[in-house]
């Protein structure tokens, strides 16, 4: 999925890059410039891969029914993820955490990934490079993960669905974090002047372990155990006074 790309030729060169890697699905988040013939010629033999294209306005929109959402940045964000290199992210994926429909997500030239595109990632994926100068061009960038993903899947990734794991969805995950915030609260772990950093840090959590439903339970037990050791606790201390 590309975001806001502002060059016509970065979406040809993309679609290209996809198709000789043997990926066919192009999605285009409000693009910022006409994919007429500029797009169409640096696609070259990959035409079929723009004009299958799926446009929408909104990252949202083109992320419904997706169950693993992977983020690509050449730096670390203080917002989503945490970022890890391209072959581990691509491994991790591999090893079946992106059981389901996947989507790669590329930022806009200039300016990379927003914080809402990062929030929506459960993964974020840098390509390594030699010098601090990291940032890659868009289409170029595409083509290397790309390139990745292609080995991975002809290097037996046979395995990726072999143990489906049922992954507890989005709402449930959601919850536990709002429930662990309710708690930390009442016990002090989380800073009160800054109690959505402390949310942030467990809800980045949360997105990269992708718990499975009987898993949110248990730590909802948790929660709701020592929610009711601080009420009978505080009962006791108020009987006393
Ligand atoms: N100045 C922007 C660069 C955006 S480059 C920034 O610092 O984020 C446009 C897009 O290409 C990025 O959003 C990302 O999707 C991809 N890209 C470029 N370099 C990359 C790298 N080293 N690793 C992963 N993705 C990269």
């Known amino acids: 999925m590309l975001v806001e790309t502002s060059h016509p030729g970065n979406i040809g ?7 000789v890697m043997g990926l ?13 013939s500029e797009a169409r010629a640096r696609a070259s033999g990959a035409v079929d891969v723009i004009d299958n294209a799926l446009t929408v306005p909104t990252l949202a929109e083109a992320l419904e029914g997706v169950h693993f959402v992977a983020g690509t940045s050449a730096r670390s964000r203080r917002l989503g993820p945490e970022v890890v290199d391209l072959r581990a992210g691509v491994g991790d994926w591999a090893a079946g955490i992106g059981a389901g429909a996947s989507a790669i997500v590329f930022g806009p030239e200039r300016t990379g990934l927003d914080n809402d595109a990062l929030d929506r990632c459960n993964a974020l994926w840098r390509i390594p490079t030699a010098g601090d100068y990291a940032s ?3 289409a170029a960038a595409v083509q290397v993960v ?11 990734v046979a395995g990726v ?16 974090c709002e429930h662990f915030g309710r708690v930390a609260g009442r016990v002090d772990v ?3 002047q800054a109690p959505r950093l402390g949310l942030r840090r467990v809800q980045r959590l949360a997105r990269r372990a992708r718990p499975e439903s009987s898993e949110v339970k248990l730590l909802r037990g948790f929660l709701s155990a020592v929610e009711r050791a601080i009420g009978s606790r505080k009962a ?3 009987d006393k006074s």
Do not use: H
Request: proline share 5%; charged share 25%.
């Open 13 to 19: 060169a993309a679609a290209r890059a996809m198709k």
């Open 236 to 238: 006791v201390s108020e």
């Open 146 to 156: 790309a390139y990745e993903l292609r080995q991975a899947l002809d290097g037996g």
């Open 136 to 138: 890659l061009n868009l």
């Open 190 to 192: 989380i800073n009160p």
């Open 24 to 36: 066919q699905r192009l999605a285009l988040v409000r693009p910022r410039c006409e994919v007429g």
């Open 161 to 176: 669905a072999e143990e489906t794991v049922e992954v507890a969805p989005a709402e449930e995950v959601a919850a536990l």
